[in-house]
């Protein structure tokens, strides 16, 4: 059996909150491995965010926290 993520270098994505277009690699570490901010992997269907939208939730998640 081979595994199919091999073949495959790296996807084009829509981010699911902006819309802008990132890639994300399937095959070794993507960008988001190298952020210090992690989500959960949707469960709703959902997709990826891109670097922008991903860093600006975790800007309001850390400023939410600390209040």
């Given at each position: ?7 495959q270098t790296s996807r084009r994505l829509a981010c ?52």
């Open positions: 059996m081979t595994n199919r993520l091999e073949n699911a909150r902006c819309g802008t277009e990132f890639s994300c690699s399937l095959s070794g570490p993507c960008w988001c491995s190298d952020e210090a901010f992690r989500l959960p992997m949707p469960t709703d269907g959902g997709d990826c965010l891109c670097p922008n939208c991903l860093r600006k939730l975790a800007q309001q998640s850390t400023g939410a926290g600390a209040r």
